[in-house]
């Protein structure tokens, strides 16, 4: 698959990148259980072709999937807004989980709750305008705005998104629900496994 480096270009062209139908790597694909990325199915044949267990009981590492190409990313991170919205659908029916306004996940959510009729293309086209490009542009210039240092990937100019060169690595952070539970093993309300000691300095 040949791929070109977008320095400029609008989220249609950005998405055209992604979606030729590609081998999964060996790696991910015994955790996902897919062979092929398909983007050319349709939503509702998407969901039939996908386990009834997927990712619920083996993820790739963040470590790992960074070093996929960037459709392969694109096309995981799609199956794992996909794999939370189906096993969280029993809760979110029953109102056992907790929704906030304006939060990217219940974007998401609400995405794929209307989504029958549509090609996956089209569901992960809204997923990446509405769920990871607004909201990374708006947390990075409250952010800036607040006197942080500038960490923007990309910027709009029109119709069209620049990159600014910054080097991107998802999950350089650390999720927040990890982190907070590390936070409170170190101060002993917490017991987690004893981690190996070359690990526990970085």
Request: hydrophobic residues 40%.
């Amino acid at each position: 698959m040949h791929f070109v480096r977008l320095v400029t270009a609008n989220l249609d062209e950005v998405i055209s990148e992604w979606i030729e139908e590609d081998e999964i790597p060996e790696g991910l694909r015994s955790a996902i259980a897919i062979h092929k990325t398909s983007w050319e199915l349709s939503w509702k044949e998407f969901l039939a072709s996908i386990p009834e267990n997927l990712l619920l009981h083996k993820t790739p590492s963040i470590g790992d999937s960074r070093r996929f190409l960037p459709h392969i990313q694109a096309f995981l991170g799609f199956l794992l807004v996909v794999s939370c919205w189906c096993h969280s659908q029993p809760w979110r029916e029953k109102k056992l989980l907790q929704t906030f306004e304006k939060r990217p996940l219940d974007f998401a959510f609400e995405i794929l709750d209307q989504a029958e009729g549509n090609s996956i293309v089209e569901v992960l086209s809204q997923l990446v305008g509405d769920c990871a490009v607004a909201p990374h542009l708006q947390t990075t210039w409250r952010k800036m705005g607040n006197g942080q240092k500038c960490s923007l990937r990309f910027f709009w100019d029109g119709e069209a998104f620049r990159s600014t060169g910054t080097i991107t690595k998802p999950g350089f952070s650390g999720e927040r629900l990890g982190s907070l539970m590390r936070m409170l093993a170190d101060l002993g309300l917490l017991t987690s496994p004893q981690r190996r000691k070359e690990t526990l300095y970085r």
